[in-house]
Nanobody, 116 residues
Framework: QVRLVESGGGLVQAGGSLRLSCAAS????????MGWYRQAPGKQREMVAT???????NYADSVKGRFTISRDNAENMVYLQMNNLRPEDTAVYYC??????????WGQGTQVTVSS
């Protein structure tokens, strides 16, 4: 059974930082592409950052230079370091795992709220 558990969300002032963590189980982590997505109220879920098994990264334009995705294959963890947070970053952040055979799995999400 695949399980993704996010943590690290919270309330922070604009300009502050948060580090999100996602613990994965039930998949061969080193073969999974990992990503962070977010969904703000009334909006569609959008990609924030992704990382392939080879370490290639992709970021949404709105977070480039502020957010950094990383992974620890030994610990089955993926992280999202978020710096210089803005009120428009407020959303529920979801961890996603994509497997080589086409599986796509989601965590339950963690709330990030940035006050102005």
């Amino acid at each position: 059974q695949v399980r993704l558990v996010e943590s690290g969300g919270g309330l922070v002032q604009a300009g502050g930082s948060l580090r999100l963590s996602c613990a994965a189980s039930g998949i061969i982590f080193r073969f999974a592409s990992m990503g962070w997505y977010r969904q703000a109220p009334g909006k569609q879920r959008e990609m924030v950052a992704t990382m392939t098994t080879g370490g290639s990264t992709n970021y949404a334009d709105s977070v480039k230079g502020r957010f950094t995705i990383s992974r620890d294959n030994a610990e089955n963890m993926v992280y999202l370091q978020m710096n210089n947070l803005r009120p428009e970053d407020t959303a529920v952040y979801y961890c996603n795992a994509g497997t080589p055979i086409g599986g796509s799995y989601w965590g339950q999400g963690t709330q990030v709220t940035v006050s102005s």
